[in-house]
T-cell receptor, first 114, second 112 residues
Framework: DADVTQTPRNRITKTGKRIMLECSQT?????MYWYRQDPGLGLRLIYY???????NKGEISDGYSVSRQAQAKFSLSLESAIPNQTALYFC?????????????FGPGTRLLVL | QKEVEQDPGPLSVPEGAIVSLNCTYS??????FMWYRQYSRKGPELLMY????GNKEDGRFTAQVDKSSKYISLFIRDSQPSDSATYLC????????????FGGGTRLMVKP
């Protein structure tokens, strides 16, 4: 089984709709992240959470909100979807240890906003 | 101007070729440098990680960092069709929080 799972894998929605993307991890990591990927722009950080009670805005948080329901679950919501939020969304996790720790990415959610 | 620049490609090479992938950056505070590999319809996975300047080798892969030129490279020797993927460079100022800045990615195609 995958260590970092994302649901749904694909989603088509209409402008103005509220949608939620979910992320779960079995790695036991306390840090979780949401990124979006657009062609040619790499990954950009939307929100990150270092533990259940610690949530921070990333580079492009406008139009998004998050919820850390448990150490293993981190959800991303688009309150009112717009077409320029069409992108590939990735959840990632990392451990908080001394020294640098890699981030482990989920398989992604492909979102299309019509 | 983006903080991290990367040629998007695609880069097409024959099997067995040596591949050079590069990134330039503008923030001199970056200390940690990574290369991620992303297969189609998959999430990125860490390939190589280096701290500060110098070279690091892992099998067919060599990562090189030149902080004076703000330039990093990934070399792939004896490239294989299974190396066909998008390669993303990423950088971080410190190791507290893993805040990564990514390049746009280079798509590599290795033809049999």
């Amino acid at each position: 089984d995958a260590d970092v799972t994302q649901t749904p894998r694909n989603r088509i929605t209409k402008t103005g709709k509220r949608i939620m993307l979910e992320c779960s991890q079995t790695k036991g990591h306390d840090r979780m992240y949401w990124y979006r990927q657009d062609p040619g722009l790499g990954l950009r950080l939307i929100y990150y959470s270092f533990d259940v009670k610690d949530i921070n805005k990333g580079e492009i948080s406008d139009g998004y909100s998050v919820s850390r329901q448990a150490q293993a679950k981190f959800s991303l919501s688009l309150e009112s979807a717009i077409p320029n939020q069409t992108a590939l969304y990735f959840c990632a996790t990392s451990a908080s240890r001394r020294g640098w720790e890699t981030q482990y990415f989920g398989p992604g959610t492909r979102l299309l906003v019509l | 101007q983006k903080e991290v620049e990367q040629d998007p490609g695609p880069l097409s090479v024959p099997e067995g070729a040596i591949v050079s992938l590069n990134c330039t950056y503008s923030n001199s505070a970056f200390q940690y440098f990574m290369w991620y590999r992303q297969y189609s319809r998959k999430g990125p996975e860490l390939l190589m990680y280096t701290y500060s300047s110098g070279n690091k080798e892992d099998g067919r892969f060599t990562a090189q960092v030149d902080k004076s030129s703000k330039y990093i490279s990934l070399f792939i020797r004896d490239s294989q069709p299974s190396d066909s993927a998008t390669y993303l460079c990423a950088m971080s100022v410190n190791n507290a929080g893993n805040m990564l800045t990514f390049g746009g990615g280079t798509r590599l195609m290795v033809k049999p």
